[in-house]
């Protein structure tokens, strides 16, 4: 299955369909937009990257497509601020979306986001880190 992900006309744009696929919970499709060694770091490392510190591909989607398993039903990436150059996209943005409780979902992150070919190689995501402690503890 092909999403057309590369054919995007910036990696900015990469980004958010990326986003938009982990909403979505849709495996084959974040498995096409990332390359085979494609890493995800979850940061500050004090989180301890949730029990894995570096997770590879199949990793990373399966923590991705299982937030709901997680305590997340619903995911908005809403950008504050980007910045592009080359292979490497770097953003300021708010997550909000509902808990499987029912209540609000509302984060704030800033994300390096590594490119090659059109395709995503890592990803470094850093959090409010009080936030999730309070709503995972």
Known sequence: MSTGFTALP??????????????????????????????L??????????????????????FLCGLPDKGVASLRIKPTEWVETGD???????????????????????GIFRFRDGKMVYMKEFMDSKYISKIHS
């Open 41 to 62: 770091t979850f940061l500050p490392s004090s989180l301890g990257g949730f029990g894995i510190p570096v997770r590879n591909k199949e990793q990373s989607i399966t």
């Open 88 to 110: 490497t996209v770097v953003g300021h943005y708010h997550a909000t979306g509902e808990l499987v409780d029912g209540s609000p979902y509302k984060n704030e992150y800033m």
């Open 10 to 39: 910036t990696n900015r744009d990469r980004v958010l369909a990326f986003w938009r696929y982990v909403d979505e919970h849709n495996h084959a499709a974040l498995s096409d937009v990332m390359t085979d060694d494609f890493t």
